[in-house]
C-alpha cells in the first residue's frame, strides 16, 4: 500500500529558540484514519503546518503521497485538505463564495466549483444559508463550512485540527459518522483532537507527541491493549449486600445500589458479572469511568517528577 504522509527527521527551532519539533518520524498509509495527539505545545500544530506549507521546517523531509515537499510544493498543496482548529474566513463572505472561491485558489474553474460547492453545502446540511453571511452562522454551522472548504478540491488527504471543537454532541456526532463514510471511499484522514474519545472511535492507528517528541506510534488497537485496568461503576435496582466475595476482582461499594469494580486486564466483566448473580447480586446498568485513550496517554505524556 502506498504511503500517503512520511515524514523524517522534522524539526522546527523557532525565531525565539522554542525546539518545538525535535526530529520526529511519522508515517502515515494511504486509506488510514490517523490521530495525532498531543497536549498544548506539544508540536501538533507546528507539524500540521509545515506538512501542509504553512511553516518552513528547520529540517528533515516531508513527502506526500511519494511527492518530496521541496521539489513539488504546488503538487503537495493541492494534494491535501487542512481544515484548521480556528475560524479564518471572511465572514461577510457568502458562504456558497467562500467554497467556490477556495476552489479557486486550486486552479478548479467555477462552473466545476460552483457543482462541487452545491454537493458539499447539501451534504452539510448548509444549503437553505449558501446566500447568508459566513457571520450569521451558528457555530456547528460555521464547523461544518470550515469542513467543506476543506474538501472543495477533492483533496487524497484531508487533515482536521480539532474539527469538533466547541460544537453540540449530536453536530459532532454527525461529523464523525460524515469522517467515516470519506475514510470509506478511500480519503486518508489525520486528525488533532482533545476528546480523547473522538480518536478511539475513529481512528485505526495513532502517534502521540510529547515536548515535541513522538513518544508512542502504534495501531489503537495494540494501544488500548496496554491498558493494564478498567474501572467500572456496576448500579443495581435491588439493595447490595454488605459483603461481597470479591474473585479476580476488587470492588468497593458505594452506595446501597452501587458498586465500583476495578478489573485487571486478564479479567473477564462477565465473570465478573456471574460471581456477583451467584451471591444474589442483580446488575442492571455496567458503565465505564475513564476513557481508556485518555489514561494511557496521561501515562505517556507524565512528566518525570
Same mark, same amino acid.
Given at each position: 500500500?502506498?504511503?500517503?504522509? =512520511? ?8 525565531? &525565539? ?21 498531543? #497536549?498544548?505545545?506539544? !508540536? ?8 501542509? !506549507? ?6 528533515? &523531509? ?46 478548479? &474553474?467555477?462552473?466545476?466549483? +460552483? ?16 446566500? @447568508?453571511?459566513? +457571520? ?10 470550515? $469542513? ?35 475514510? #470509506? ?15 478511539? =472511535? ?21 494501544? $488500548?491493549?496496554?491498558? #493494564? ?13 454488605? &459483603? ?12 446501597? /445500589? ?6 485487571? #486486564? ?18 442492571? /446498568? ?16 507524565? +512528566?518525570? @517528577?
Amino acid at each position: 500500500m502506498q504511503v500517503a504522509l =512520511s515524514i523524517k527527521d522534522l524539526q522546527k527551532t523557532y525565531a &525565539n529558540q522554542l525546539h518545538a519539533l525535535k526530529g520526529i518520524d511519522l508515517q502515515v498509509e494511504q486509506g488510514d484514519f490517523f490521530a495525532l495527539l498531543g #497536549s498544548n505545545g506539544a !508540536g501538533k500544530t507546528t507539524a500540521i503546518g509545515i506538512i501542509c !506549507g504553512l511553516l518552513h521546517k528547520t529540517h528533515g &523531509n516531508v513527502k506526500i503521497l511519494g511527492l518530496d515537499q521541496d521539489t513539488h510544493e504546488n503538487e503537495v498543496k493541492r494534494l491535501i485538505g487542512l481544515m484548521p482548529q480556528e475560524f479564518n474566513f471572511n465572514p461577510f463572505e457568502p458562504v456558497e463564495e467562500i467554497l467556490i472561491n477556495q476552489a479557486g485558489f486550486h486552479g478548479i &474553474n467555477k462552473s466545476v466549483a +460552483k457543482a462541487q460547492s452545491d454537493i458539499l453545502l447539501k451534504k452539510m446540511e448548509l444549503w437553505d444559508k449558501r446566500l @447568508d453571511q459566513a +457571520k450569521s452562522l451558528s457555530g456547528g454551522m460555521k464547523r461544518r463550512l470550515m $469542513l467543506a472548504r476543506a474538501l472543495i478540491h477533492q483533496p487524497k488527504i484531508l487533515i482536521l485540527d480539532e474539527p469538533t471543537a466547541g460544537v453540540d454532541v449530536e453536530i459532532r456526532r454527525s461529523m464523525w459518522a460524515y469522517l467515516k463514510e470519506l475514510n #470509506s471511499e478511500g480519503m486518508t484522514i489525520i486528525l488533532t483532537t482533545h476528546y480523547l474519545e473522538e480518536a478511539e =472511535s475513529l481512528c485505526r492507528n495513532i502517534a502521540i507527541l510529547n515536548e515535541g517528541e513522538v513518544v508512542e506510534q502504534t495501531s489503537m488497537k495494540k494501544l $488500548l491493549a496496554k491498558v #493494564s485496568h478498567q474501572v467500572l461503576i456496576l448500579e443495581s435496582s435491588s439493595v447490595l449486600p454488605k &459483603n461481597i466475595t470479591q474473585e479476580k476482582f476488587t470492588c468497593e461499594r458505594l452506595d446501597d /445500589h452501587s458498586l465500583q469494580v476495578v478489573l485487571e #486486564s486478564d479479567t473477564n466483566i462477565t465473570d465478573v458479572l456471574q460471581n456477583l448473580s451467584n451471591q444474589g447480586v442483580s446488575v442492571d /446498568h455496567v458503565r465505564s469511568t475513564q476513557n481508556r485513550l485518555e489514561t494511557l496517554f496521561l501515562c505517556l505524556t507524565a +512528566k518525570d @517528577d
